[in-house]
């Protein structure tokens, strides 16, 4: 059944997290600093013009390709062999209009102009100016072509039926000009309330889904909405990898149900990847740049007075000392609890070693595949820690491993946290082999210096219990297989 778009469900300020703040003004100090922005805002904007697509369906590009895309620009040359000529023309034309619309609404941004339903209507124009039907079905559950008028609203139900038979129920054709009104009107209410960018973007992504105005592209203006949003409070565009889909479309769902929390974090998730990714982002960039004979033009990339850059340094480095001590009290706490409950057969321990000591190398191998496989660099030259907790049996070893370390290529005002599993096996006396390591955190904890310590302190320690858990969860499942083997 159908309901008119609602207000928030409860306070947004409870839905808010300051660490997104904090990473956009770094992220922008940060930025201010290239020498190419304009370089970096195309390749940023080409990323978000591919994706937005493919997590619809529109085209289907390989990693690969999309990669080739970002980095060397929009060439319909540049796709796969496999591609027809007139699939490969459409495609890059789907593309350059995405890109059109996300350069669209940074100039919006810029201009200090107030969202309206022509803004949004203006968006969808230039989202299907090459795309003039979609796919529907009719009465008789038979796939048809449906055309599609650009910038105009729905004239018929556009309600999709899922995978269980249920027939998702959108705003009636007849009600989309007042609801259209009513979220614009909510929207400016929302603005004068200083609402968090992330809760707003979330908030009114979905209430525009909800009313569902337009026959198709109604997910690309969600974004480009969700973007807006995020760009004027200085953050970065929204991008939803299409291998995120599912967790997208589950995050929507609970929206659904009035729960707005869990897209909230969605996009919290994706923007701090999206600040991740942007390290290298820029180390592209440069190379692009010095293949094409223009180095004078990043000399001043990321150039910081040295005062500046090593007080931001001792203010992040003394965050990261304090992340240390807590992970150790942390381990030992676990340590002891799980020494009251285990038999006596299983040895634990816990050890640690800080950015100053001789030790700091250990596990160095575990650390960078596992950076690897969270898609980041780590940087353990200007700052390294771990504290790790051991338990072992008569033919193993198991190990919670937590790491404290940079990210990047260099200093950027950033470092990270990430906790690892492996295993140690025992194949002859004198002999072991190590397994592969797992990645216990879904994504890395960022230690900034624009943080205050005791927010940073907070969050770690909610940030903590979830990959130390899932550790404890992989040892569980090994425990039958231990006291089958003695």
Same mark, same amino acid.
């Given at each position: 059944m159908w309901k008119s778009i609602q207000d928030y469900e409860q306070n947004p @300020?409870?839905?808010?997290? +300051?660490?997104?703040?904090?990473?956009?003004?770094?992220?922008? @100090?940060?930025?201010?600093?290239?020498?190419?922005?304009?370089?970096? #805002?195309?390749?940023?904007?080409?990323?978000? =013009?591919? @994706?937005?697509?493919?997590?619809?369906?529109?085209?289907?590009?390989?990693?690969?390709?999309?990669?080739?895309?970002?980095? +060397?620009?929009?060439?319909? =040359?540049?796709?796969?062999?496999?591609?027809?000529?007139?699939? =490969?023309?459409?495609?890059?034309?789907?593309?350059?209009?995405?890109?059109?619309?996300?350069?669209?609404?940074?100039?919006?941004?810029?201009?200090?102009? @107030?969202?309206?339903? *022509?803004?949004?209507k203006e968006l969808h124009t230039v989202f299907t100016r090459n795309q003039r039907t979609t796919e529907a079905r009719d009465q008789f559950g038979n796939i048809i072509k449906v055309h599609i008028e650009p910038g105009q609203y729905k004239t018929a139900p556009n309600n999709p039926t899922r995978p269980n038979g249920q027939v998702h129920i959108y705003c009636p054709p007849e009600h989309v000009h007042s609801e259209m009104d009513r979220l614009i009107h909510m929207h400016r209410e929302h603005q004068s309330q200083n609402i968090s960018p992330e809760v707003e973007a979330a908030w009114l992504h979905h209430r525009f889904t909800q009313i569902h105005p337009f026959t198709d592209g109604n997910g690309r203006v969600a974004r480009?909405? $969700?973007?807006?949003?995020?760009?004027?409070?200085?953050?970065?565009?929204?991008?939803?990898? #299409?291998?995120?889909? *599912? #967790?997208?479309?589950? $995050?929507?769902?609970e929206a659904d149900r009035g729960k707005l929390a869990p897209l909230v974090n969605f996009f919290v998730s994706l923007l701090k990847q999206e600040f991740i990714d942007a390290f290298g982002v820029i180390k592209e960039t440069e190379r692009h740049l010095k293949l094409s004979k223009r180095l004078e033009s990043i000399k001043a990339l990321f150039t910081k007075s040295q005062i500046q850059l090593e007080r931001e340094l001792k203010i992040t480095l003394q965050y990261a000392n304090e992340l240390h001590d807590l992970v150790k009290l942390r381990l030992n706490e676990i340590k002891e609890?799980?020494?009251?409950?285990?038999?006596?057969?299983?040895i634990l321990y816990v050890h640690d070693a800080d950015n100053d000591s001789k030790q700091n190398y250990y596990f160095r191998h575990q650390i960078i595949e596992s950076a690897r496989k969270l898609n980041y660099h780590a940087d353990t030259s200007i700052y390294r820690s771990w504290v790790r907790l051991c338990i072992k049996d008569s033919a193993r070893e198991y190990s919670i491993l937590v790491s404290l370390h940079g990210i990047g290529y260099d200093f950027k005002g950033v470092l990270v946290c990430s906790v690892i599993w492996f295993e140690k096996v025992r194949v002859s006396r004198n002999e072991s082999e190590i397994g592969d390591n797992i990645p216990l955190c879904k994504e890395v904890f960022l230690v900034n210096y624009k943080d205050d310590l005791p927010e940073v302190k907070r969050r770690f320690d909610n940030w903590l219990d979830a990959p130390l858990e899932n550790g404890l969860a992989i040892w569980q499942n090994t425990i039958p297989k231990v006291q089958n083997h003695s």
């Open positions: @300020e409870t839905l808010a997290t +300051r660490e997104i703040e904090t990473l956009a003004a770094l992220w922008n @100090e940060q930025r201010n600093k290239l020498s190419d922005v304009g370089e970096f #805002d195309r390749r940023i904007n080409r990323k978000w =013009a591919i @994706e937005t697509g493919l997590i619809e369906r529109l085209y289907s590009l390989d990693r690969g390709t999309t990669e080739i895309l970002i980095q +060397r620009g929009l060439n319909s =040359a540049l796709l796969p062999h496999r591609i027809s000529r007139g699939e =490969a023309e459409y495609t890059i034309a789907m593309i350059s209009d995405q890109q059109d619309a996300i350069e669209g609404i940074f100039s919006f941004v810029r201009q200090d102009r @107030e969202l309206s339903t *022509s803004l949004i480009a909405l $969700a973007t807006m949003v995020l760009i004027q409070g200085g953050s970065f565009p929204l991008v939803v990898r #299409d291998e995120k889909r *599912s #967790d997208y479309i589950d $995050a929507l769902e609890q799980l020494l009251e409950i285990i038999p006596k057969n299983f």
